[in-house]
């Protein structure tokens, strides 16, 4: 995977479930029949309102095939509406590339995921992908961060800026 999707949804209140529910029954295989690969989903432990996922790309160009595939495709004008109804804010998403060829993402029952402003050559971390969004209907943040996912047995401490989750079904 060259290209990671970080996205991270601000949610109805008290909706979280009915979108992971619907996320897992109808939406995920589809989306990985469209050329995508689901890499994580979680809840937020500090936000009952927040869902937060992962998706990755071989590159740019396989990225638009597949968004253009499922989101002009049957099973996101059945499903969309839905799913979109339980979400105030679906613009927090970050085009990323990882630094290694090793993703740093690992079976864990709770993660953390840590943004830092600005570009570091940080073991198995996630930079801003240096190209433009080539599918506009979904919004995509530019400013240049770095992402560490470090994975946990227990549930990690509280920390300014982090974002501590446990994985979805």
Known sequence: MNVIELRQYTLRPGRRDELIDLFHRELLEPQQQAGMTILATYRDLDDPDRFVWLRGFRDMSTR?????????????????PQANATMLDSSNARLLRPLSQALPLQPSPYVTIKITPGLTNTPNALVTLPEANDFPRLPIRTDKVTVTITPHATAPPTAPATLRLTPTP
């Open 64 to 80: 638009l095939k597949a968004l253009t595939t499922f989101y002009n495709g049957p099973v996101w004008a059945k499903h969309g």
